[in-house]
């Protein structure tokens, strides 16, 4: 099996890229991603001379390199995970999320009907149902859920989604989408909550909680997730939506203190700013579609999940200290710029 993933110098195509290595050590992976800020093609140097792995530097909305990459390669099956992802850069400035996140899907798509595949998985985000009130732990998102979007980025992501089921109904493409809840764990971009509060925390720097830090979100391990698209790659049905989250539901403040806790640091460090414009009030999702048509379940507590991440960070700090420098930008350059 052949696999184009797009997007694997990120968090989450990282973690995915190490899984199928590990899973499926007979598949051949090609990793598209275009190295924005968000990419660090050092987390993927422990595979780059692996036989069966190729990394190709490229945006996916660039529709001729996307044409050529799919003629030679031929891939099997696309997994999309390239996206601008952190709600707050939407805010300040949408016109990159649509560019990336709804014309790139759509050259995917394109590429994927000339030369034909047996499968387009489109990872998308639990964003796309808007948010639930706190007053009503009772309700949770599911596959039926109306989308309902609240900020650039989701919104954008809602519009791929369209596409996607757009692309099925209309040429019978076969595609399938995953909505899942916030991830966590190793590799994860320091400006997303749990490891920004981990790096700010280790150099006693205030830790700062939009609003009251009263908002939920579903945490879910990486490696969960991970395990559930390769199940989706294997067994899913084409034409149909996964929810992936496993009801792991808490407020930021609880998180932030249980960061501050377990590093030995002070309470005194949290520091409430000015809330995210359009602040979600909540995410959780109900999995019990995906876990009854393909078995799937998190494996991984929140308690556990959260404890061996701040571990990775602790053990893994260059990797983010190069990041907030600004250091990790020139290593694509500096290793392969002249190969
Ligand atoms: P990330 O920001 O860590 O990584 C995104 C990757 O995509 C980076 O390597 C970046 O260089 C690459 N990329 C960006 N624009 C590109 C382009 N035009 N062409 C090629 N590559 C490009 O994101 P992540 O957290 O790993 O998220 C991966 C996917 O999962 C996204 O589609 C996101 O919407 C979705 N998702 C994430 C979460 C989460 O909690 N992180 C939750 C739900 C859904
Ligand atoms: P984030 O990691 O940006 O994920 P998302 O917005 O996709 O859920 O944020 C998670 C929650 O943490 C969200 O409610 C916003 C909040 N948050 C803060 O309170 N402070 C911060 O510095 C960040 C980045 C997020």
Redesign the pocket.
């Known amino acids: 099996m052949k696999i184009l993933i797009?997007?694997g110098?990120?968090?989450?195509?990282s973690n995915f890229i190490f899984y199928m290595l590990q899973t499926h050590p007979d598949y051949e992976l090609i990793c598209?991603?275009?190295?924005?800020y968000?990419?660090n093609l050092k987390t993927l140097e422990p595979v780059m001379k692996q036989a069966n792995f190729k990394f190709v530097k490229?945006?996916?909305?660039d529709r001729q390199a996307v044409f050529e990459l799919f003629g030679s390669e031929k891939p099997e099956v696309v997994v999309n995970?390239?996206?601008?992802?952190?709600v707050d850069r939407s805010i300040e400035n949408p016109g990159v999320f649509l560019q990336?996140n709804v014309i790139?899907t759509q050259v995917l798509l394109d590429a994927c009907r000339q030369f034909g595949v047996e499968r387009y998985h489109q990872?998308?985000?639990?964003e796309v149902y808007g948010d639930l009130p706190l007053d009503r732990p009772d309700l949770f998102f599911t596959e039926q859920t109306p989308l309902h979007t609240s900020s650039p980025y989701s919104a954008s992501?809602a519009g791929a989604d369209l596409l996607c089921n757009a692309y099925q109904r209309t040429y019978n493409l076969p595609i399938t989408i995953s909505r899942?809840?916030?991830?966590y764990g190793p590799y994860?971009?320091p400006e997303?909550l749990i490891p920004l509060m981990i790096a700010n925390a280790l150099a006693d720097k205030p830790l700062p909680v939009y609003g009251e830090g009263l908002n939920v979100r579903d945490w879910l391990y990486v490696e969960d997730h991970c395990r559930a698209i390769d199940l989706i790659l294997q067994n899913g049905e084409a034409g149909q939506v996964y929810n992936i989250g496993g009801h792991n539901e808490m407020r930021n403040i609880d998180i932030v203190k249980l960061i501050l806790k377990t590093l030995g640091k002070p309470e005194s460090l949290i520091t409430f700013v000015t809330d995210r414009k359009g602040h979600d009030m909540r995410y959780a999702i109900d999995p019990t579609f995906i876990h009854e048509k393909l078995g799937w379940l998190p494996e991984t507590r929140f308690a556990d999940g959260i404890q061996k991440t701040i571990e990775w960070y602790l053990s893994h700090k260059e990797w983010w200290q190069e990041i907030i420098s600004g250091e990790y930008q020139g290593y694509y350059e500096r290793m392969y710029g002249n190969r």
């Open positions: 797009t997007g110098a990120g968090f989450i195509g598209l991603d275009k190295l924005t968000a990419g490229g945006d996916i909305a995970f390239a996206a601008e992802s952190h990336t790139g990872v998308s985000t639990d992501k899942c809840s916030n991830n994860q971009f997303k």
